[in-house]
């Protein structure tokens, strides 16, 4: 999909050091009994420390099921490329956020075509309005006239895949 591409900047694997210092600090703090790795508890306690939730578990079962099978636990290494991909699918869900609500003028939760007639006359206003009608039908998944989160945020998500 075309007008996803530019939606929003490039994710970067570049972590501000002070973040990275932290990620540490925490990883360090959770490895109960300094063992050099964070067993399944501990990667839990960690991912509340930084994000603020208890993994699921199968969140939980996936990243431990990633990690090399002659360990224990998961390696600071390998915990901090877990952080960062957290770390960037937040930061990205954020900016993704903030567009749909840029477009969502009247804050009712979903856009409308004039909503997205309105947000591309900005953004893009030589582009033909057959081609926003076109669009809008495209992200519209369900025809319902409506444009969800939901549904922005997929569309969003197969632009970035795309790009």
Same mark, same amino acid.
């Given at each position: ?7 929003t ?6 972590v &501000? ?5 932290? $990620? ?5 703090? !959770? &490895?109960?009994?300094?063992? /050099?790795? %964070? ?7 960690? *991912?509340? @420390? %930084?994000?603020?939730?208890?993994? +699921? ?6 990243v431990? +099921? +990633?990690?090399?099978?002659? @360990?224990s ?7 901090l ?9 937040q #930061?990205? $869900? +954020?900016e *993704?956020?903030?567009?749909? @609500? ?8 979903? #856009?409308? %075509?004039? &909503? ?6 900005? *953004?893009?206003?030589? #582009?033909p309005?057959r081609?926003? *009608? ?9 025809s319902? /006239?409506?444009?969800?989160?939901? &549904? ?5 998500? !197969?632009?970035q895949?795309?790009?």
């Open positions: 999909m075309f007008f996803a591409k530019g939606g900047r490039s994710r970067t694997s570049e &501000d050091p002070s973040e990275h210092k932290k $990620w540490v600090k925490v990883f360090k703090a !959770c &490895d109960e009994g300094n063992k /050099g790795y %964070l067993s399944r508890e501990d990667f839990k306690v960690a *991912v509340v @420390t %930084l994000f603020g939730y208890k993994p +699921s578990k199968i969140e939980a079962d996936s431990m +099921s +990633s990690i090399n099978q002659n @360990t636990g998961i390696l600071l290494g390998d915990f490329n877990v952080v960062r991909k957290k770390k960037e699918a #930061l990205y $869900w +954020s *993704v956020r903030h567009i749909f @609500t840029a477009f969502d003028r009247h804050y009712r939760g979903f #856009l409308t %075509l004039e &909503d997205f007639k309105k947000a591309f006359k900005q *953004v893009a206003p030589k #582009l309005e081609i926003i *009608v076109e669009v809008f039908r495209e992200v519209d998944q369900d319902d /006239g409506h444009v969800s989160f939901k &549904d922005f945020e997929y569309a969003m998500k !197969c632009g895949n795309e790009a």
